[in-house]
């Protein structure tokens, strides 16, 4: 009785199916994904870009920060020899620094110091993304006049 009852259960009569997904399915899977995969990665790109020039904009506005307190306690800009490694000195009025550190630019790049500015008595510009003075995009260039403006 035991056996019947095992046999029922257990034991199958005629061919076993074996549910897969062929080859072709799991293609067809893949190039979905990787197609969607594409789209997120042009479409983040873009905020990407803004969110480095923000952040260049940010540090710019630091140092502008910087530069007026030296100007408050100095009574004169740095010059283009002192250039920004100044406002990272101490001295007497400020032990630490105006800054704790220079700041790099979002792209690995130096912020560049100019003393008179083109529109002011001082000027820092990012280069973008290519290093190089004008460009589009990713690769414009961000000055302490542009973060100037913004503030207004």
Known sequence: MFFNFFKRRFIRKGPVSVKAFS????MVVIVIIGMLAGVVTISVRGYLI????????HEIATIVTALE?????????????????????????????????LPV????????YNSPGANGPYE???????GAEGGD??????????VKDTER
């Open 69 to 101: 307190n030296f100007y408050a306690a100095h009574d004169c800009y740095p010059t283009n020899e002192e250039g920004l490694e100044i406002l990272v000195e101490s001295s007497d009025e400020f032990p630490d620094g105006l800054l704790t550190k």
């Open 105 to 112: 630019d979002p792209w690995s790049g130096e912020y560049q």
């Open 23 to 26: 080859l072709l399915e799991i």
């Open 50 to 57: 803004k969110a480095k020039q923000n952040t260049a904009r």
């Open 137 to 146: 995009g990713a690769d414009s260039d961000i000055s302490s006049d542009d």
């Open 124 to 130: 820092v510009i990012c280069y973008g993304a290519d």
